[in-house]
């Protein structure tokens, strides 16, 4: 069973009478555990893309299918609560909601599923990404770095399936962003979850199994990195 | 293989989930002040709804205790003849204990200030007021004048208005009549009278013994008689009453009881409560209005959060019911602060309507009324707060990816129609509540999306007219200062409507008084008489003319009156009109005492409009009628009219009716006899006469008082000045509720500057940064805020001009000039205010340096 399917997936918009495609008819299949990077130059259509496989936004044609379930019938609620179970984000500029301590902002999606120990699931969350003393800070008393590392927490306290990463790095200088970069990979393996990556970055690109490069709205190139093949070698 | 949905999130979403007021809670954190301060626009309407009601219940609790004191009897038979033996004997059958009191207006002189004034006079015996306190200073006098009778002593108790008026004093001498009578107290307050009936006709009394002696009560005075009751404790006046009410109106005497005084007391007053509910209203629907523009900003702002929260698994109903308690909890802390506060309020308000209350109000805490106004104002608040509201609905969790993401949130949402249409019933039925008519509620939602739709409408052309002609030759600071008004987010149109609201409330006001005012002025303009003198007799008629020319006053006009009665309409008797219910005759046309002159000619004021002028034929009577009184009475011409003129029946034709423009100072009659009717019948003249100023006048009505004693005189300098006393009375109470308004406009003033302020600041860092000053900073902002304080006020004076217009052209029908003078000071006062509010909740803006500013959170 395939954890993420997309089907013929095109997005086109009206703009000044004129019909824009951003996105034209991209199939795809990952199975559970694959890393993977969707990569491109700005306006290729990556981040449109990253939406419509995470339920953020309906494809014009084509299907997409998340754990098996068809995303594209179901309405905006019934998505949302689709991502509350088996999807985690990270953005590029974190999105902790600002009026929320750090403790808080990953105790939410547990919360929204009505777990009883949201408060303690998160503190540890917390301090496995190295913040267990920074709970009660606010985003705004914390480093890019640190946020970002929230962020991960909160992207993995419901044990999502799916983890989908939009530029995770892209607000980070080169140490912290390493060092980010190393701990969504740490957790992803552990938890066992899908890495969906939409990077500019193809160093850091290069380190999941699959990348697929889009240009134009078109997917231009589909390649297994070094790593896969030694990774499947290895098996 | 298609799944539909698998077990997904297990949260309920009611209102009723902990967890949505656990995250309301936590996401208020960082903007509770702010919250606090647009909901604080409320505050005020609340405040003057709750002090309202609270008034309205303490004062017909306090009219049910006091109400005997209201009438300071039990029973009052009033009556304006003298009745005959029989009567006079069955009126002392009714209770031994019995006062009598004989008023009529006359004029009287002060002596030693040189005073003089047309007052009312009431002769009085007995233990009159029974209930409630006749507060006289001193008030050993009141039983020093209630022996005057049988000691014989001249005493007068005199109203305090009248003396101060007159610079008169206790101890000095008053001359009423004929007779000289000592001022022995001051009468601060009379039962049942309240301050506005004394400055309309201010009260000397006296001892009914001596009355006779004054040489007042002659044929023609108009006089009313009163008798005041006594009953035993636990008697049932009314239904007493009840076993010779028959007799009573026989003889034409009207009765007065505690339970019916009671009752119009309260009615009248419920009536007042109801009024200034509704301005109340307004002064909190303008806060709403206020709330929603502020919620409108805030959800703005909220609205990246919200795609968060979307993002990780919240329904767009979750998203709405968070910030739905959110606003909730603060509407409710306003109102409740606005209940309190209103608390205090209703406090002085026996201050403000105390020219108009009969009794004194006993102020407590009115729990029904704090309910009511929390209610009322919770729901109006939370209504207008969803409008905003229920684009959280609609945020898309796209947003998240793309912040320049803009999604159609506004759109055909029938939701939103909705909110308007409980809005639309909201303030209906809450008019419908304070006036119980559906079509005067109907209206008053109609007047006010009408002044609300107007200054919306002003708002908008002014920012269309800037952008329009927007002066590009202007200095930089101008440029940008007129920009800020049309600007992305400005809050021009909210701030036009709940300023401009307010400017047109009290311009409103003072317009209508001037206009009121002027058209008692027009009326003396041109030559016009603007002193009448009446009850002249028939003997005094050739005396009084040579005084008035002895003074070197022309006599403009001097016209002979005789009262008389309607006895029969084209042959049926007055009585039996009354009782046939399908007779669209008015009653008070049937039973009201006629004043008529006789002449041959028509008068200046006068013009023919159907028929002939009156004259006599053929030993017949033919009259003329005004020409409404001839609609009014359902006549046409030729009908009989039969008059009983002091036990003589008169029979006439309609023959004529004549056009009268009553808005002179001028003797104008419903109801002209030809010559050669009533030279013999009981009569009195009218004299008028024009005076030059004040000095005159007051000259020549001493010594016509010295002269003529029962003569009195009334002047249009008097007249002006009762009005103006009245009219500031009454716009005082309501420039104390236009208040309410004005202050909720300046609150929702600073509430949006500080919501704003976050922009503020950004483009205040960013001049900065590029190199402006301080100064240039402070300039900009000054200038917009007086731009702003200048629309709304501009647009508040520009809808009041055209109301008042309209009053003066369909109502007053008077031309209307206003005077712009005290409208500019207005206009002044109103954007001076705006500045200084706008500035002062800005001065954080200013005084923080760039980087200060660019890292805060703001």
Redesign the interface.
Known sequence: MSILRAENLTKTYQSGGRTLTVLNDVSFELQPGDTFSIVGPSGSGK?TL??LCAG??RASSGSVYL????LD??S???R??????YVG?I?Q?F??????TAL?NVM??L????EKKAGRTAQELLERVGLGQRGHHYP?QLSGGEQQRVSLA?AFA?RPKILFA?EPTGNLDTDTSANVVDLIFELNREAGTTLVLVTHDLELASRTQRIIRIKGGHVVSDTYTESTADLRSGQ | MDRILPKVPARSVSITDPWLWKMAWRDSRRSRRRLFLFMSAIVLGIAALVAINSFGDNLSASVDEQARELLGADLVLTYNKTLNKKTEAFLNTISPERSNEVAFPSMVFFPRSGGVRLSQVKALEGRFPYYGEWEVQPSAAVARFRKAGKTGERIALVDDALLVQLNARPGDSVKVGSLMFLVAGRVMKTPGQTAVTTTVAPTVFLPYAQLPETGLLQRGSRVTYRSYFQFDPGTNVDAYIKTFASRLDKAGINYDTVTERKEQTGRAFTDLTRFLNLVAFVALLLGCVGVASAVHLYVKEKIASVAVLRCIGASGRQAFLIYLIQTSLMGLMGAVLGAALGSIVQLILPEVFGSFLPIDVTVTVSWKAVAQGVGTGLVIAVLFALLPLLVIRKVSPLRTLRTSYEEDVTGRDPLRWAVYGAIVLAITGFAYWQIRDWKMALGFTLGLATAFGVLTGLGRLLMFLVRRFFPVSWSYIWRQSLANLYRPQNQTLILVISIGLGAFLIATLYLTQTLLLSRVQLSASGGQPNMVLFDIQNEQKAGVQQLVQSHRLPVVQSVPVVTMRLAEVNGRTVEAIQKDTSSKIPDWALTREYRVTYRDALIDSEKLATGKAQSLRNQTALISVEKGYLDRMRLKLGDTLTFNVQGALIPTVVGGTREVDWNRVQTNFLIVFPNGVLEQAPQFHVLMTRVRDTQQSAAFQRDLVRRYPNVSAIDLGLILRTIDDILEKVSFVIRFMALFSIVTGLLVLSSSVVISKYQRIQESVLLRTLGASRRQILLISLIEYMLLGLLAAFSGIVLSVFGTWGLAYFVFEIPFVPDFTPLLVVAAVVTALTILIGLFNSRGVLVRPPLEVLRAEV
């Open positions: 981040t990253l939406g953020l936004d754990n098996d379930i068809k019938t179901l905006e609620d019934e949302a609560a689709v991502r509350n179970q984000f953005f500029n999105q902790l909601l600002p009026t929320l808080e939410v999606p919360e929204l599923r009505g705004t909160r419901n939009d």
